[in-house]
């Protein structure tokens, strides 16, 4: 099976594109049909501002350029210290945060 949306307005937020993404794996129920592969796929892509938007879009709404704002900051702090140095706490190891900041169980 394979499903597939067509975003009604430009994004620039992985955010926006996540949100979509999870409310089509909410079709499915994985006890009746289980997933064997997740894909996201972005296409149609262009350099940032050079999409028109619509007058009242998504891509304007106040919580999605917070997260947009995000985005550069950790788009900046990635190309300044690397791939490693931002990421989401829920998959940092416990091994990972004793060698960055020094074991606290002692």
């Known amino acids: 099976v394979s499903r597939s949306v067509t975003l009604a307005e430009p994004t620039q937020t992985?955010?926006?594109?996540?949100?979509?993404?999870?409310?089509?794996?909410?079709?499915?129920?994985p006890r009746r049909m289980p997933i064997r592969l997740l894909s996201v796929r972005a296409s149609n892509l262009v350099e940032s501002g050079t999409a028109p938007l619509a007058l009242w879009s998504?891509?304007?709404?106040?919580?999605?350029?917070?997260?947009h704002e995000a985005e550069l900051a950790m788009d900046n702090?990635?190309?300044?210290?690397?791939?490693?140095?931002?990421?989401?706490?829920?998959?940092?190891?416990?091994?990972?945060?004793s060698a960055r900041i020094g074991d606290s169980s002692d």
């Open 14 to 29: 992985g955010r926006a594109i996540l949100s979509h993404a999870l409310a089509m794996l909410d079709e499915f129920d």
């Open 58 to 67: 998504e891509a304007q709404d106040a919580a999605f350029d917070v997260w």
């Open 77 to 97: 702090v990635t190309a300044k210290f690397g791939h490693d140095a931002v990421r989401p706490a829920s998959l940092l190891k416990r091994a990972d945060l």
